[in-house]
């Protein structure tokens, strides 16, 4: 029995944790993402990378089912997270959320403490019986996201006194202190300095041994940086997708290299 | 060489020198000047409207205050209160009002022969300078002390609303040459008893407490019933416009479908916060006593009618409260896993707190100033001569209420009321502007900044 857990699990590592088929989205009357297939590994960093306006963000926006609150959104094919059909009637966007866990642009701590910013996934979720526990989650999470040593003194000071840097790393902190399976993250550096995204990008390639991470980027270095697989977006079209080095050396489509070496975009 | 200043050929300026002004930045200065100007003038006018009407009310009101006593030693006959001599308080109730008339006039009279004074009046006219209360409030306090019968106390009257307006100058002997109720004789003696120290002015409790007074009786009157009446519908606003109006506003601003039908309430909304109060009087009258049958001039009603009234701006302020909350908030809260109650409830409701209790204060002030609606539910004109004791008693008793008693007071023909509802005006301000300033300070210390 055991063997056989232990099997599944080495299985599950080298296999698909998130698949879209056939996935198309419209806004109202624009098509925003055309007929795209994607087949997202455990336990890699996956970046989406494109100019602005090709529908990256709103694809990782559409793994959380975030663009539901969208009423002129509609999307059709199917998005499989370990196989079940997160747009099937039966799934609950709160539950899937808690798998899926997502980081935004723009650093949006709640404006109360560290510590409740952190603990508040895991409270609302249950996974903690006590404070102890509690404790042990938000700072394990904190830990994780590189960020326990400089707020371990001040966990009653508000996330929102922090820097730019250190609140995105608190908002991982959070968006991890739930166990989520994947990862989401929608530009996560673009609104921090150089040496708070070396930070955030470190951070990002540990956080890849307990999660799938998906990332959405502007920098084609930083892509090339952390991740190891790329989607290179262009129009809504899933243009190219592989392993970042040969989408980075040898890409197969003239306009994945006509974006890479920055004569569109 | 370098110094040009000393050169005389130094060529001219040239045309587009920044030194210079050209004609429009001319014109575009002299227009925000101007601009200026006109909002300076704006505010100026605006406060001296201000100044005068707080002046005014201030002057004239402040008065009301004041009421002018007589003090005087009554001696409570036996013979008169208590035939029998039993203290048995049945029978000390058997004698009405009328029969504490006598020992009034000759109380006064004894004062007077008691002081020295020379006077013809007789003494009807004697007794004529205190307030028609004068004997209900010695019958009240013997009832209260049958013990005291036969002694001698010392009491405060009220001075008749003449005596106190002759005291507070409203009164003059010019103005009172065809008045039936008082004479320059009744005035001489007036003047001698101030000197002697009986008839004096002082500050009076009862304007801010007690109940209001028949048209006989201005001095008697006061605010304390009409504020309780006000209170009780506060009571009623609060406990139903704030749940209701914020979950109104909730539903529409963060559950509601964005379609026609949630624009054509949310217009609908804004229309009705435009709509006169008389209209949610007369709705009042026909909904809630015609057809509900829920009693006249109570309090209850009232409060229904300013909720109705108060529901619009309560909803349009939370909802611009919570509109103001950055939707990264709601994200951040749905990323993590929270359902959108969560969301609303743990995140965006507490920074929209703030906003929404300024704008249920500020709809709140508004409610008590509110007189029109009252008209038709019954409420002006009412004289209530006690304060409930109970919460239902509160609510359902026929009660006033303070901008209604002060329209009341208002349109009385005796100039000593015109004081009274000045007066009122100034609590009722007081009032209003104490909850503005909680308003404010109230958004001040729990505004977030994110």
């Known amino acids: 029995m055991n063997t056989m857990n232990m099997m599944d699990k080495a299985l599950n590592t080298t296999t698909t944790k998130i698949a879209a088929r056939n996935v198309n989205v419209y806004y109202g009357d624009s098509h925003a993402i055309k007929d795209v297939n994607v087949e997202i590994d455990a336990n890699t960093v996956t970046a989406f990378i494109g100019p602005s306006g090709c529908g990256k963000s709103t694809f990782l926006r559409w793994i959380n089912r975030m663009n539901d609150t969208i009423d002129i959104c509609r999307v059709t094919g199917d998005i499989l997270l370990d196989g079940e059909d997160i747009y099937d009637k039966r799934v609950d966007p709160v539950q899937l959320r808690a798998q899926a866990g997502l980081v935004f642009q723009k650093p ?87 040496i708070a995204t070396a930070q955030v990008e470190e951070l990002i390639d540990e956080l890849r041994a307990s999660f799938s991470v998906v990332i959405v980027t502007h920098s084609m270095q930083q892509a090339a940086r952390v991740s190891q697989k790329t989607a290179f977006f262009h129009l809504g079209n899933l243009v190219e997708f592989g392993p970042t080095g040969q989408i980075f050396t040898n890409p197969e489509d003239p306009r994945t290299e006509s974006y890479i070496t920055g004569r569109i975009g | ?285 026909a909904v809630f006593i015609n057809y509900r049958h829920l009693p006249m001039s109570a309090p209850l009603v009232g409060g229904l009618v300013l909720t109705l009234m108060t529901l619009p701006t309560i909803i349009i302020s939370t909802r611009a409260s919570l509109k103001a909350v950055p939707p990264s908030i709601r994200d951040a809260a749905l990323g993590v896993g929270a359902s959108k109650m969560q969301s609303v409830f743990h995140h965006v409701l507490p920074l929209a707190a703030p906003g929404n209790l300024t704008g249920t204060i500020i709809g709140l002030a508004q409610a008590l100033g509110e007189t029109a609606p009252l008209l038709l539910i019954g409420m002006v004109g009412f004289i209530a001569s006690n304060a409930p004791e109970t919460l239902s008693e509160g609510l359902l008793s026929p009660n006033s209420a303070m901008p209604a008693q002060i329209y009341e007071w208002a349109k009385r023909a005796d100039p000593a009321f015109y004081e009274r509802a000045w007066g009122g005006i100034i609590i009722l301000l007081l009032f209003l502007v104490t909850m503005n300033t909680v308003a404010v300070i109230l958004r001040r210390r729990f505004e977030r900044r994110w």
């Open chain 1, 108 to 194: 949006n701590p709640f404006p109360k403490s560290i510590y409740d910013n952190v603990s508040y996934g895991p409270r609302i979720h249950g996974l903690a019986r006590n404070k102890a526990e509690m404790n042990e989650i938000v700072e394990k999470s904190l830990r994780r996201a590189a960020i326990w040593d400089e707020v371990k003194d001040r966990l009653d000071a508000p996330g929102t006194g922090l820097s730019g840097g250190q609140q995105q790393r608190l908002c991982i902190a959070r968006a991890i202190a739930t166990e989520p399976e994947v990862l989401l993250m929608d530009e996560p550096c673009s609104a921090l300095d150089p």
């Open chain 2, 1 to 285: 060489m370098t110094d040009l200043s000393s050169s005389p050929t130094q060529p001219a300026a040239p045309e587009n020198s920044l030194l210079t002004l050209n004609k429009r930045t001319k014109a575009r200065n002299a227009a925000e000047r101007r601009f200026k100007a006109y909002g300076i003038a704006a505010i100026s006018v605006g406060l001296i409207m201000l100044l005068v009407l707080v002046t005014t009310i201030v002057s004239r009101g402040t008065g009301a205050f004041q009421q002018t006593f007589v003090t005087l030693n009554v001696e409570l006959l036996e013979s008169k209160l208590d035939k029998s001599g039993q203290r048995n308080i049945e029978d000390i109730k058997k004698v009405t009002t009328f029969g504490y008339a006598p020992i009034v006039k000759s109380a006064m009279k004894e004062t007077v022969n008691g002081l020295g004074l020379q006077t013809g009046l007789k003494s009807k006219e004697l007794a004529g300078l205190l307030s028609k209360s004068a004997v209900a409030q010695l019958r009240a306090f013997v009832l209260a002390n049958p013990e005291q019968i036969g002694k001698t106390v010392e009491f405060r009257f009220l001075a008749q609303s003449r005596v106190d307006g002759y005291l507070k100058g409203r009164v003059t002997r010019e103005s009172i040459e065809n008045d039936k109720n008082i004479s320059p004789e009744q005035l001489d003696l007036v003047d001698a008893l101030v000197a002697a120290g009986v008839i004096e002015k002082s500050f009076n409790l009862d304007f801010i407490l007690g109940s209001d007074a028949s048209d006989q009786r201005p001095e008697a009157a006061g605010m304390g019933v009409s504020m309780m009446g006000s209170l009780f519908m506060m009571l009623v606003v609060l406990a139903l416009a704030l749940p209701i109006g914020v979950a109104a506003s909730i539903y529409l601003e963060e559950f509601a479908p964005k379609n026609w039908m949630t624009d054509v309430i949310e217009v609908n909304i804004a229309n009705l916060a435009a709509v006169p109060s008389i209209v949610y009087g007369i709705l009042g009258l």
